[in-house]
């Protein structure tokens, strides 16, 4: 407790990392969103309210559409992630090279 708070790095935001991060976030909520479209229609097709279509063939949208609400949102936020770790390596590795 003897450090002041003052001490502190401020953190100055990096507006193209933000604008970044906002686009995976609006991607993110997109495919959860068709997900959750793709599990209703397959719920309608199987509960027989769509009279042409055979009820067996709801059972794949319904898994299609959960595999793009859990696992899709994880795949994309983890390549988001090893894209900016792969960057900021590279920006270290360079700021290293120009040192010496």
């Known amino acids: 407790m003897s450090d002041p708070i003052d001490d502190e790095p401020e953190y100055i935001p990096d507006p193209i990392k933000e604008k970044q991060a906002r686009a995976v976030h609006f991607l ?22 769509l009279p042409p279509v055979p009820p067996l063939s709801g059972y794949p949208l ?10 899709a949102p994880v795949w994309i936020i983890r390549k988001y992630i090893r894209a900016r770790v792969a960057e900021e390596e590279m920006a270290r590795a360079a700021e290293g090279t120009d040192e010496q």
């Open 62 to 71: 319904i898994f299609l559409g959960l595999a793009q609400m859990w696992a």
């Open 28 to 49: 993110v909520s997109f495919v959860r969103l068709l997900g959750v479209i793709l599990v209703m229609l397959g719920l309608a097709i199987v509960l027989d309210r």
